[in-house]
């Protein structure tokens, strides 16, 4: 039986390769419309499979399609599910096609394509999007395919090259950045607002140098005592103290290092807030990351004296400045998963032809 | 290459702070050759040996303290900046303020120099007199100069807190900026580093003051409003930030402001010039050429 089966690869995306932090707001959808955006996905016209794969920095939707399937339709439905324009859609956006998905895959979850060349938070962000996929039933054969390959890819990638060596992880940049404004990060007292994985990883990373006042808040803390990662559960993995939600603005100038990682999707954080806070410390900086997109920190407050904002696309800057040293071995690993990406693609094509 | 000279020792002093300073910036920019690693450090040792040496030579010349003429007092104020610098070094690994240190003081050193008219040879003047008639001026003197030692330490710290400021705003991990020591310690050795050199132009005051009090004649009206004016600048920084009313970067500009209105008025705050006082004095005390 020789029946070819009409369905290809596609991809349509937006990540900081082609949408600054503003524009990846505004495409980034937000945890709770999720659920909607995958039952409007099952609709279009030639959609097989479909997988959505939205972290701060990058929201694709990744499928197979028979030839009936249009890329207008899907970039319609994002900008009109987003409300777009979707002339800003197509500029800060990509779109890519049978044997490029694969290659683009693998370069994500082998965290080449990340802001933080060789971070390897994407590979489990990854994996979360597409155990997500397959628990709505949303990933099919091809899917399943493509991303366990893609996962073995970046197991390879980690263990044969270079690419994830030195300071990328966010967690130790911070670390970097906290003992260029108060020295010993031992004697920081951090405050984190939220409990992802971006919280989790900053903490470790304080808490491996020997930082003991560590504080974590978050929003879900009181209306969602089963959530996996929720501020009590992460205080007290790390042996840190647990702060009130609705008292954290107030106790904001007791600590050095302020960390928000949430997914509010609005400003946690004014500039009123941090110069209150600033008054009861003047003469003492206060090292403010924002991780969330959309931001949870007014830019503003970076003008206030002492303040020193960073969000993800600053410190994403650092740690590929880390990286620089170390290109040769990214553009060996970058040719080597396009080796590798090629031969899915001629299997799965072969495997297509012989079922 | 006389070692009994005093400016020869200064050219060579001034010669081996620049070697250190260079081989420092080499060093921070990780030109990674082992015998680098002490070479700035030993370099400004020397280099302090031999500046300490050649102010000596210069003393014995003078009978007493050499700040006589704008050249000595550069070069004891350089001097005390090395010196303060290396009582820090004992305290805080601090190789790149060595580096910065040893610049100023290469840079400053060899212009004095090599501008005329800098080092006239005031002693070797047939009705020369003792440079200082009264210890306690020769003491108020060399404690004001070493507090401006001091402030020129503090200007250079200030320099190196600004440069660390920018790099952090700025959101790069520029090289000299991750070779500067953390922004927090940065503040609060400038505010050491003040309060010290407020401590000493205050005591400076007070010796002067009494010497003033009984020998107003010596004392410019010029001298001494300039000299109430910067210990008066220098103390209302210090009170503002002990009050926390001024800080971080504002602290850092104000102090090199303060510094470099401090070094544009050293020619101001000179004391009656001899020839001034010997037409009104009696010759005997007629030597006070302190700030």
Known sequence: MNQEINQSLFLLGSSHQVADLAARERISLPPDSIDEFYNGLGKIEGLDEYLLLNTCNRTEIYGAAQKSFSFDSLGKYLSNFRKLDPDFLSQHSYQRNDHEVVDHLFKVTSGIDSQMVGETEILGQVKKAYEDACKRKAAGKMLNRLFQKGFQAAKWARTNTGISRGQVNLGNVLCELARRIFGKVSNCRLLVVGAGEVAESTIEAFKSRGSQAITVTGRTFEWCPLCRNKPAELAEKFGGFELSFEQFKESMHLFDVILTSTASGKALVNYGDIKKSMKKRPSQPLFLIDASVPRNIEEKVSQIENVFLYNMDDVSTIANENLKSRISEVDRCKGALARRALKLWEQMTQTREIS | ?291
């Open chain 2, 1 to 291: 290459m006389n070692f009994n000279d005093a400016r020869d020792l200064m050219w060579i002093a001034g010669g081996l702070y620049g070697s250190a300073f260079l081989l420092g910036f080499l060093k921070t920019f990780r030109l990674s050759w082992s015998p680098l690693n002490e070479a700035p450090l030993a370099g400004i040792i020397i280099g302090f040996l031999l500046h300490t040496r050649a102010l000596y030579l210069r003393g014995l010349e003078i009978h007493g303290c050499p700040l006589g003429n704008t050249l000595e007092r550069i070069q004891f104020i350089l001097w005390s900046l090395i010196l303060t610098f290396l009582i820090l070094r004992l305290l805080w690994r601090l190789d790149l303020l060595g580096s910065f240190c040893a610049g100023l003081s290469f840079g400053a050193g060899w212009l004095t120099l090599i501008l005329p008219n800098t080092d006239p040879m005031y002693w070797l003047a047939p009705d020369y007199q003792k440079l200082f008639s009264n210890p306690w001026v020769e003491l108020h003197a060399s404690i004001a100069i070493f507090s401006y030692g001091v402030f020129s330490l503090l200007a250079i710290v200030s320099g190196m807190y600004l440069i660390q400021r920018k790099a952090l705003l700025s959101r790069k991990f520029d090289k000299l900026g991750s070779f500067l020591p953390p922004i927090n310690d940065l503040e609060v050795a400038c505010w050491r580093l003040l309060s010290v050199g407020v401590i000493f132009l205050t005591i400076s005051i007070l010796v002067g003051g009494m010497h003033w009090t009984r020998h107003p004649e010596f004392v410019s009206s010029i001298k001494l409003a300039v000299t109430i004016l910067l210990w008066l600048g220098y103390s209302v920084v210090f009170f503002l930030h002990l009050t926390s009313r001024i800080y971080g970067s504002k602290f850092a500009k104000i102090t090199i402001i303060l510094f470099l209105l401090a070094i544009g008025s050293l020619a101001l705050v000179n004391s009656k010039n001899r020839e001034d006082t010997k037409q009104e004095i009696i010759p005997e005390k007629s030597s006070d050429l302190s700030l």
